[in-house]
DNA sequence: CATGACCTTTACGTCAACGTCAATGTGATC
DNA sequence: GATCACATTGACGTTGACGTAAAGGTCATG
């Protein structure tokens, strides 16, 4: 019984999962939205590899690797990251994965712990990323929502009487 | 008597408020954290006009130029826009201030609100743009935070007691 | 008025992030 | 097994956002 596929907006490996259809570059790019020369320079600054190849070369993608590559089309598009910027918080990402591999291969609770508490680490450094660029977002808005106050009270003020800004006596007067 | 300069974060028309002591380039670049290049390209590209020019063409600055100039940085650095999506917001800024002149020269009520309702409809295109980034930030925070609760319960089971992932035969309770 | 630090424009160089051929190979279909 | 759409790897072109050097003007100072 074929599963059907659980959608996840976050990249996380298809662990064993079967083999579930591979794609070729061109549907990949129809897919989530970037050009095929986009991904295949993606590939070449190391942000992602084919899950597979076929045999006369051509690139296999998984859906992991389709997650991935929309992952990398929000960070460049939503949050504006340069691609080496990019390029940072992936690697974190693929050591996740491989550790995730050896997470499952070993028992030993002191080599389990060494690997989460390395995976938490990077965790906390993408936050901290993420969370320098949201925070200076957050102000840029509540500055310009300060001024959208300052004109609705103004245009407030019009509305509920003749402005009385008295400023100018000889306006216009030379 | 010289009024002290009243800092400010947001870009503001030094509107009549006595000369202000103009700067020239390189003290500006020091002042902001730009390069000079940066900045005659910038006004290249249209995003600012320096306050005025000196007899022998030097560039001169006003605080309402260094306080445009330290916006631009951050929507540049910050949030991570291009120069052109910059332009677009201090389009509309630039806009605003000639209407700001505009509002203070005319008594009429009807232009008065005409002037200050299309400022606040680009305030509100403004926060839109702004909002949209952030939200798709704040998405991608998410995901990260969720994955850090995670690991970290992860670890936590890992601390409070051995894991039963998998039959170990070698240890515990027969 | 000479000097040196700073400014001007002009113009070519550079790097990232792709676009766009060109020459060639693949692979499902008729 | 020929076809044709799609794939591959170069390699060169382009655009944005500057860096940098050249050839000169400007301005406060000695």
Chains 1, 2 share one sequence.
Do not use: C, H, W
């Not at 004109?151 to 800004?165: E, I, Q």
């Amino acid at each position: 019984m074929p599963d059907t596929a659980s959608p996840s907006t976050l990249p996380r490996a298809n662990v064993e999962a079967g083999p579930a259809r591979l794609l070729r570059i061109q549907e990949v790019a129809a897919e989530v939205g970037l050009t095929t020369r986009s991904i295949r320079y993606y590939e070449e600054m190391g942000l992602l590899e084919p899950a597979a190849r076929s045999d006369g070369d051509y690139r296999l993608f998984d859906p992991s690797d389709l997650d991935r590559l929309r992952f990398i089309k929000r960070l460049r598009d939503d949050a504006g990251f340069s691609l080496s910027q990019i390029g940072q918080l992936l690697e974190d990402e693929a050591a996740r994965e491989r550790n995730r591999e050896r997470l499952r291969t070993t028992t030993d609770p002191d080599e389990r712990r060494a690997i989460l508490t390395d995976a938490l680490g990077r965790v906390e450094r993408q936050l901290e990323t993420l969370d320098a660029k949201a925070e200076a977002l957050n102000t840029m808005l509540d500055d310009v929502r300060a001024r959208r106050l300052r004109l609705r009270s103004l245009l407030d003020d019009l509305d509920r009487g003749p402005v009385v800004t008295e400023a100018s006596p000889a306006s216009g007067t030379r």
